[in-house]
T-cell receptor, first 114, second 115 residues
Framework: NAGVTQTPKFRVLKTGQSMTLLCAQD?????MYWYRQDPGMGLRLIHY???????AKGEVPDGYNVSRLKKQNFLLGLESAAPSQTSVYFC?????????????FGPGTRLLVL | KNQVEQSPQSLIILEGKNCTLQ??????????LRWYKQDTGRGPVSLTI?????NTKSNGRYTATLDADTKQSSLHITASQLSDSASYIC??????????????FGTGTQLKVEL
């Protein structure tokens, strides 16, 4: 049981390049999330999904797109990377047992945009 | 606007000592409050969670308290160890529709435990 895994762990991009971050979970969770973490700021929600085939915008969605074609995978895409997207990206998934829903986080992807 | 404020921003303590981290929030309607531990270069890991009716929760040497009236929480670490060095993040969940509860993350308290 690997939990939540993220690929790649680290990436350097040039401004304007595109890339896709992959998140995979093996816990059969319905809900999945993408966050970014920047120095001096709390984690901020980019996009989330409540089930296969569904996605929704979070707090800071501009410049990102997502897809949830399979229940276990949640992809985050940057179509044209900008230096402002330099950050650490975390994927999370959760159970549905309210009110004590538990989010399990992946190890993060460190992205540097030059 | 929902906000979570943590203090202190950073803290250095000697191994074996106790410490208390603070979290104040303005999140409504309140669902639950969770403390996460985030080791350097890793994702956050949940330590404790408390709902409105719970005012204390322990997980080994970690004890969290919640005062829902004053909207304050604390995380007390007893007999600190070097492995406690990490960022501790307070996360407050507001009741929401559709995709579930909305989370507001604090910026964390960076704890360093030294010999």
């Amino acid at each position: 049981n690997a939990g939540v895994t993220q690929t790649p762990k680290f990436r350097v991009l040039k401004t304007g390049q595109s890339m896709t971050l992959l998140c995979a979970q093996d816990m059969n969770h319905e809900y999945m999330y993408w966050y970014r973490q920047d120095p001096g700021m709390g984690l901020r929600l980019i996009h989330y999904s409540v089930g296969e085939g569904t996605t929704a915008k979070g707090e800071v969605p501009d410049g990102y797109n997502v897809s949830r074609l399979k229940k276990q995978n949640f992809l985050l895409g940057l179509e044209s990377a900008a230096p402002s997207q330099t950050s650490v990206y975390f994927c999370a998934s959760r159970t549905a047992d309210r009110p004590k829903e538990t989010q399990y986080f992946g190890p993060g992807t460190r992205l540097l945009v030059l | 606007k929902n906000q979570v404020e943590q203090s202190p921003q950073s803290l250095i303590i000697l191994e074996g000592k106790n410490c208390t981290l603070q979290c104040n929030y303005t999140v409504s309607p309140f669902s639950n409050l969770r403390w996460y531990k985030q080791d350097t270069g890793r994702g956050p890991v949940s330590l404790t969670i408390m709902t409105f009716s719970e005012n204390t929760k322990s997980n080994g040497r970690y004890t969290a308290t919640l005062d829902a009236d004053t909207k304050q929480s604390s995380l007390h670490i007893t007999a600190s160890q070097l492995s406690d060095s990490a960022s501790y993040i307070c996360v407050v969940s507001a009741i929401g529709a559709g995709g579930g509860n909305k989370l507001t993350f604090g910026t964390g308290t960076q704890l360093k435990v030294e010999l």
